[in-house]
């Protein structure tokens, strides 16, 4: 009986025991066109106002991940129940969600600049840009959402990753409530629409169908 025992603790140990480490070596810095999506700071408040005045007052969070190229593989985790496991020597890339919060939560911008593929020639930045409101009115509580997918190195909407059912546009120019912007993206989906400008950020979005709210600069 004890060697029964001594014999299920070994195998126990041996099930989860660990050969290697992930090791990282490095860095890789994003590319320059990164930083025309990466625009807010931490703790600024973005206000955006209607034709009709009413303010929208959005503060911004952001939420560094670290992401990884894998360079080379450097050995194997031995693990019996799920499989073998290799490890490798690799560099983190930067993941950045920014958030532009309402007060009462009620609003909520984003954007994510996401680095795509674990190889280095493969590598590539998307941006995801969103928005979701809820609005109570004489009909109840009213919500929508839009969410679209943005190849950043290749400059195209890539609805493939995700952005079924919204519509995009690029806009030489935008007016709304007395503003003008220029090469505007446009994104749409049936309940909600967001407009992005590279270098600027989000320049508007839309609640409750037409109501526009655009940014003051």
């Given at each position: 009986m004890k060697n029964f025992l001594i014999t299920l603790v070994f195998i126990s140990i041996c099930s989860c025991s660990s050969d290697c480490e992930d090791v990282r070596t490095g860095s890789i810095d994003p590319p320059m066109e990164y930083f025309d999506y990466a625009v807010y700071e931490a703790g600024e408040t973005v206000n955006f106002e209607n034709e009709n005045g009413e303010l929208v007052s959005l503060i911004v969070?952001?939420?560094?991940?670290?992401?990884?190229?894998?360079?080379?593989?450097?050995?194997?985790?031995?693990?019996?129940?799920?499989?073998?496991?290799?490890?490798?020597?690799?560099?983190?890339?930067l993941w950045l969600i920014t958030q532009l919060i309402s007060e009462d939560d009620l609003t909520n911008l984003e954007v994510t600049v996401i680095p795509f593929n674990q190889k280095e020639e493969d590598l590539e930045y998307v941006a995801e840009i969103k928005s979701s409101w809820a609005v109570e009115d004489s009909s109840g509580l009213q919500t929508g959402f839009v969410q679209a997918f943005y190849n950043i190195t290749q400059d195209r909407f890539t609805p493939e990753l995700g952005s079924g059912g919204v519509d995009f546009e690029r806009l030489m120019t935008w007016e709304a409530n007395g503003q003008s912007f220029d090469d505007v993206m446009k994104f749409k989906s049936n309940e909600a629409e967001i407009y992005f400008v590279k270098e600027k950020g989000i320049v508007g979005f839309s609640r409750l169908g037409a109501e526009i709210f655009t940014l003051m600069e």
């Open positions: 969070d952001t939420t560094r991940w670290e992401g990884r190229v894998l360079d080379r593989e450097i050995g194997v985790n031995t693990d019996f129940q799920n499989g073998d496991q290799p490890c490798y020597e690799y560099r983190s890339t």
